[in-house]
């Protein structure tokens, strides 16, 4: 199976995942694959990647890290009709953390 998210899609994620902190940049690069589809994560199993991740075309920046955040942690996966509020309050404010403009000087 593949993942690979049309290029007007892994443009605008490439986009902005260059802003998000080093560590999570490592982590994307090594362990998650692009698909596009609903907002939505998938731990994978068997897949090259460990975690799947599927975006609208039209998807906001913060939904990106949103869905990033969720693989970061760990979290067992999100279906649109099934979420854990807590996992979705855990995904949220780490990627308010991460889109949090540096301070400054
Ligand atoms: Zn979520």
Redesign the pocket.
């Given at each position: 199976m593949n993942l690979h998210a049309p290029d007007i899609l892994m443009g605008r994620i490439l986009d902005i995942i260059v802003n998000l902190p080093p560590a999570v940049q490592k982590f994307v690069e090594e362990n998650v694959q692009f698909g596009m589809a609903w907002n939505s994560?998938i731990p994978t199993k068997g897949f090259k990647k460990k975690y799947a991740i599927f975006l609208r075309k039209d998807c906001s920046e913060f939904t990106v890290a949103?869905?990033i955040a969720?693989a970061y942690l760990g979290h067992h996966g999100?279906e649109p009709w099934e979420?854990d509020a807590n996992?979705?309050k855990e995904?949220d404010k780490l990627a308010r953390e991460w889109l949090k403009p540096a301070p400054t000087q």
């Amino acid at each position: 199976m593949n993942l690979h998210a049309p290029d007007i899609l892994m443009g605008r994620i490439l986009d902005i995942i260059v802003n998000l902190p080093p560590a999570v940049q490592k982590f994307v690069e090594e362990n998650v694959q692009f698909g596009m589809a609903w907002n939505s994560m998938i731990p994978t199993k068997g897949f090259k990647k460990k975690y799947a991740i599927f975006l609208r075309k039209d998807c906001s920046e913060f939904t990106v890290a949103h869905e990033i955040a969720h693989a970061y942690l760990g979290h067992h996966g999100n279906e649109p009709w099934e979420e854990d509020a807590n996992q979705e309050k855990e995904a949220d404010k780490l990627a308010r953390e991460w889109l949090k403009p540096a301070p400054t000087q």
